[in-house]
């Protein structure tokens, strides 16, 4: 069983920064890809970015060049920096475990399934 919890949302002015955390517990018995979703009121589920066991990233096409994913093993943590913000990064962030996922070789966010572990969610709220 894992075990998943978000740390660091809050509010930014447009154009400002934010860093997420994700603090992972549980026993990682497979190769995973551990990545950031997030939903935004009356919208559906998106994948903003994830990273490989061997550190491949891919972002969503909306964030690239914007956000920075990357973990520390040592610690078990994913991080998500989110720079350059803007009103419509507005949502609820979401960590998340795919085991056996190559997430960075998929043709696109959406193919990010199955997921197998949900962290709680922190919302970010940018005006």
């Known amino acids: 069983h894992v075990q998943l919890v978000e740390s660091g949302g809050g509010s930014a002015l447009a154009g400002g920064s934010v860093r997420l955390s994700c603090a992972a517990s549980?026993?990682?018995?497979?190769?995973?890809?551990m990545a950031w979703f997030r939903q935004a009121p009356g919208k559906r589920r998106e994948g903003v970015a994830a990273?490989?066991?061997?550190?491949?990233?891919m972002y969503g096409d909306s964030v690239r060049g914007r956000f920075t994913i990357s973990k520390d093993n040592t610690k078990n943590t994913l991080f998500l920096q989110m720079n350059s913000l803007k009103p419509e990064d507005t949502a609820m962030y979401y960590c998340?475990?795919?085991?056996?996922?190559?997430?960075?070789?998929?043709?696109?966010?959406?193919?990010?399934?199955?997921?197998?572990?949900w962290g709680q969610g922190t919302q970010v709220t940018v005006s």
């Open positions: 998340a475990v795919l085991f056996d996922v190559f997430c960075s070789g998929a043709s696109t966010v959406d193919d990010w399934a199955p997921v197998d572990y």
């Open positions: 549980g026993y990682f018995h497979r190769s995973a890809c």
């Open positions: 990273v490989d066991d061997d550190d491949s990233t």
